[in-house]
């Protein structure tokens, strides 16, 4: 399985949203409804910010929002503020029980 | 609250095997969740290798499947990992991490690095 593509950066200034993308193909993102994303701040774990395309764990705020349509998911992030900044990854299950990353997307606050 | 934290050798020989464990705390494994590992080489992104549970069922990653061994040790409320022959290219942190359903990975250890090196 491959990778699913996110592009590598994206920034926006305090207050205003970025939205990151995240394409697979008909067999991963576009075939499950299990797309989750991933926040990191440099040297600490991944922490999920959504899960099953659109849900919010509990704590995570709602300037955090997930969509989908077709092959491609989408995270945005609303009122962005400065501990925004970070890498974001997307996941889908892939079938067959397999779970695919995508690349990941550094996230900066100007 | 779930609460992991992965150990391990930090340095293994190339064509040696990798062990790490991943202690549980706050849950049962018996009660249920998946337990996994993924990986991050320095500068790269996640890769997900595998997911055990508390039945034995496993689960890998087709690209990893064939040198990657998960267990699920209930007595002992852990997880491990076994990688064979390791090269340069599994140099990365480890991570464990639960999952409720399967579908998403709700949380995780703080990682460990391990470098593989003569």
């Known amino acids: 399985q491959s990778a699913l593509t996110q592009p590598p950066s994206a920034s926006g200034s305090p207050g205003q949203s970025v939205t990151i993308s995240c394409t697979g193909t008909s067999s991963d993102v576009g075939a499950w409804n299990y797309v989750s994303w991933y926040q990191q701040h440099p040297g600490k774990a991944p922490k999920v910010m959504i899960y099953?395309?659109?849900k919010r764990p509990s704590g995570v705020p709602d300037r955090f929002s997930g969509s989908k349509s077709g092959n491609t998911a989408s995270l945005t992030v609303s009122g962005l503020q400065a501990e925004d900044e970070a890498d974001y990854y997307c996941?889908?299950?892939?079938?067959?029980?397999?779970?695919?990353f995508g690349g990941g997307t550094k996230v900066t606050v100007l | 609250q779930v609460q992991l934290e992965e150990s391990g050798p930090g340095l293994v020989k190339p064509s040696e095997t990798l062990s790490l464990t991943c202690g549980v705390s706050?849950?049962?494994?018996?009660?249920?969740?998946?337990w996994g590992w993924i990986r991050q080489p320095p500068g790269k992104g996640l890769e997900w290798i595998a997911y055990g549970f508390h039945s034995g069922a496993t689960y890998y990653n087709p690209s990893l499947k064939s040198r990657v061994t998960i267990s699920v040790d209930t007595s002992k409320n852990q997880l491990s990992l076994m990688v064979n022959s390791v090269t340069a290219a599994d140099t990365a942190v480890y991570y464990c991490?639960?999952?409720?359903?399967?579908?998403?990975?709700?949380?995780w250890g703080q990682g460990t690095q391990v470098t593989v090196s003569s």
């Open positions: 991490a639960s999952s409720r359903t399967y579908y998403s990975f709700d949380y």
């Open positions: 706050g849950y049962s494994i018996s009660s249920g969740y998946y």
């Open positions: 099953d395309v659109n």
């Open positions: 996941c889908s299950y892939a079938g067959a029980n397999n779970m695919v």
